[in-house]
Each structure stands twice: as structure tokens, then as C-alpha cells.
């Protein structure tokens, strides 16, 4: 299986830049695309779909949220933090079966 | 508008069986790939199950496989999860998920699994 890696939690300033990280054990690139995505889930909610295929902005997401990476490492940038952004956020790959996803960032704010 | 709504859920002794449905409405579902994912308390997700647009392809994680079976009823616009032999560890709320080839673009509210005697 495919591991992700992610820091469990991540303290921000209103209005500052937010960057969480997500790191995997092996290559989830194949023919030009990086089969990474990142959800956001509140805390009593579904998740939601912010990106897909690493850097692609999901329909009805502001453009304060953007992602990067390919490979192996990947980040998801928040710019700038609102204080509604307050949730655990979640990478996910789709390279392999089983689709798997990383241990979740908890973004709170200072 | 995009709707996915399960029920189903509850709390149900170790070794038993329960089934889980999820009405999708706001799209064509037949045209969609669909798939279960969990997250037990306090923890992370887990994928567990995903099935074709048609129905002719299932995928399973290891840990439910030859447990848990994934089907369709595309008249009825409906995803279901039939789960046999639980466990403990199935214990989670339990999510519905549009599967947008590679990736899950639509979530249910989820509907909760205990597994306990």
C-alpha cells in the first residue's frame, strides 16, 4: 500500500499563509499526471474535495487554496487563513489500489 | 444540486450483518462510479469499497473483502453496502461517495456503525 504522510496538526495567523504537507513512499506520477488530492473536513462534517490531481481547484473552491507537488512530495497552501479554514485536511492518492489516504493535519489558529 | 443520503447504520453485535443504502439524487448516477469510505472515532479515512457506473467492476480493501459487498441499483439511483461477519474494528461512520474517476467528489452526511455486544 501506498503510506501518505502528514504533520498531525499546524498553528496559523488569521490573514497568514497556511502550507500542509503530504509526503508519500513511492511515486504516484504516472503519464503526466500526479494522482494526489486534498479534502477538508469540519469538525461534525463530510469531507469536501479542495483539489484534485494535485493542483486543479475543485468546482466552488476559493482561490485561496492551492496545491503543488508531484512525485512523492505534495503541499496544499491556504493564502491567506480564514478563520472558517479551521479544520483537518486530508491527502489522498490514487495511484494504486488501495486508494489511501494521509493521517490528516488538524489547521488551527494561533 | 448534488445530494448523497445514507441510512442503514447502528448498533449491531460482532459477527452479525447489516446493509447500508445511499439514495444519490442530482445527477445521473449511472454515468458515476460510486464508493464507500469510513472513519472510525477520532481517526482518519479509509477507503472500502468502490463499484463501476454499471456495476460490472467491484474493488475492495483487504481488510473487508469476502465481508463486505458493494452494488448498485441504477433504476432506483441507489449505492449499497452489505456487510457480513463484522467486527470491532468495522466500527466507523460510514460515507458515500461519488468516485469521480480518481478521486471522491460528492460526500454523504455518513450514517454511524457500531459494532458491539
Known amino acids: 500500500d501506498i503510506v501518505l504522510t502528514q504533520s498531525p496538526a499546524l498553528a496559523v495567523s488569521l490573514g497568514q499563509r497556511a502550507t500542509i504537507s503530504c509526503k508519500t513512499n513511492q511515486n504516484v506520477d504516472y503519464y503526466g499526471n500526479s494522482y494526489m488530492h486534498w479534502y477538508q473536513q469540519k469538525p461534525g462534517q463530510q469531507p469536501k474535495l479542495l483539489i484534485y490531481?494535485?493542483?486543479n481547484l475543485a468546482s466552488g473552491i476559493p482561490a485561496r487554496f492551492s496545491g503543488r507537488g508531484s512525485g512523492t512530495d505534495f503541499t496544499l497552501t491556504i493564502d491567506p487563513v480564514e478563520a472558517d479554514d479551521t479544520a483537518t485536511y486530508y491527502c489522498?492518492?490514487?495511484?494504486?489500489?488501495?486508494?489511501?489516504f494521509g493521517g490528516g493535519t488538524k489547521l488551527e489558529l494561533k | 444540486e448534488v445530494q448523497l443520503v445514507e441510512s442503514g447504520g447502528g448498533l449491531v453485535q460482532p459477527g452479525r450483518s447489516l446493509k447500508l443504502s445511499c439514495a444519490a439524487s442530482g445527477f445521473t448516477f449511472s454515468d458515476y462510479n460510486m464508493a464507500w469510505v469510513r472513519q472510525a472515532p477520532k481517526k482518519g479515512l479509509e477507503w472500502v469499497a468502490t463499484i463501476s457506473y454499471d456495476g460490472s467492476s467491484t474493488y475492495y480493501r483487504d481488510s473487508v473483502k469476502g465481508r463486505f459487498t458493494i452494488s448498485r441499483d441504477n433504476a432506483k439511483s441507489t449505492l449499497y453496502l452489505q456487510m457480513d461477519s463484522l467486527r470491532s474494528e468495522d466500527t466507523a461512520t460510514y460515507y458515500c461517495a461519488r468516485h469521480h474517476t480518481t478521486y471522491f467528489d460528492y460526500w454523504g452526511q455518513g450514517v454511524m456503525v457500531t459494532v458491539s455486544s
Open positions: 490531481l494535485a493542483s
Open positions: 489522498q492518492q490514487s495511484r494504486n489500489l488501495p486508494w489511501t
